[in-house]
């Protein structure tokens, strides 16, 4: 129990720190290119936090578990939103800027992709091809943007000017790495001490697990909204959404088919898309989430899970 105890710990201290270094890095590198950082939270962000989730679909599919799979990415984007966004809420406004418009409405374009392709039942080869191709789509248009835009030193509150390369380098590279370990070690501390505190594993799966996979989310949100880089915050949760379903499902689907599981198509899929709704309000009209709208977001993510054991799991 006591080395549990340590991986718990040890755990949380990697995330804050990886988390921290790689705000740091992604501020610093979208000085270095000129482009905001809004997008490299959407694309340089996105993809470190979400390599959990890759690697556990991966996996999952490779074992002939494709509805893991599929749980796991959709239970991500959802704690993405509700908890991801209400927890750092709770400790310092997160800013939300009507210049994420364009990418909050390609993510629900993508959410609403999705749920059309699951409702065929699977989600297989030529599944996997039209989500892939939509995410070529989206990188494209990502690069686009970046090159037409410009910005000002003084959009960047973190950034600082003397950073060079190799500093930013080396920060990208600790917050890439650290995340996923920490999140790692993190998730297989806290499994086990449920497992001997007699935890079911229906449970774990819905509380540790998930919420595992989302933790370098969680850690990099956090870190941005207390050094008030709510571009970070909200392109890292965005992009991190759109990678999970494009991408990670895409390349899942391509290894080995994966079939949708009726509650899913009941209910899992329409809290997902319910969640991401939640934000277009703050989004459009360019006002940050605060104390109260944190606790009610967290309050929804409780009755989802609450939901989920009722109707065991």
């Keep these: 129990m006591l080395i549990d105890l340590l991986l718990v710990a040890g755990g949380l201290v990697l995330l804050l720190f990886a988390g921290d270094f790689l705000v740091r890095g992604a501020v610093n590198l979208s000085l270095r290119l000129g482009i905001p950082a809004f997008l490299v939270g959407m694309t340089v962000v996105a993809f470190g936090t979400s390599a959990p989730e890759l690697l556990v679909s991966v996996q999952a599919v490779l074992a002939g578990a494709g509805g893991l799979a599929l749980g796991n990415v959709v239970g991500s984007n959802i704690a993405n939103i509700l908890l991801v966004m209400g927890a750092p809420a709770l400790l310092a406004p997160v800013l939300l800027g009507r210049e994420s418009l364009r990418d909050f409405s390609i993510m629900i374009g993508a959410t609403l992709l ?5 409702f065929t039942g699977v989600i297989g080869l030529w599944q996997a091809l039209v989500l892939l191709a939509a995410f070529g789509l989206f990188m494209a248009d990502s690069i686009i943007r970046g090159r037409k835009a410009r910005i000002d030193l003084d959009e960047l509150e973190g950034a600082d000017p003397n950073l060079h390369g190799p500093k930013i380098a080396l920060f990208l590279a600790l917050g890439l790495i650290g995340l996923p370990i920490g999140a790692q070690l993190l998730v297989t501390g806290a499994v086990d001490i449920a497992e001997a505190l007699g935890v079911s594993d229906v449970v774990i799966g819905l509380t540790i697990v998930a919420i595992g996979t989302s933790l370098p989310e969680l850690a990099t949100t956090l870190m941005a909204a207390l050094r008030r880089e ?5 392109g890292n949760i965005l992009g991190s959404n759109l990678f999970n379903l494009l991408l990670i499902l895409g390349v899942a689907g391509v290894i080995g088919p994966m ?15 319910g969640a991401a709704l939640v934000l277009a309000p703050f989004i459009w009209g360019g006002r940050p989430i605060g104390r109260a709208f944190g606790a009610i977001l967290l309050l929804a993510y409780l009755g989802y899970l609450w939901a989920l054991f009722l109707n065991g799991g």
């Design 259 to 273: 079939t949708v599981p009726a509650e899913m198509l009941r209910l899992d899929l329409w809290v997902m898309l």
């Design 230 to 234: 709510g571009g970070v915050a909200l």
């Design 114 to 118: 999705f749920i059309a392709l699951a």
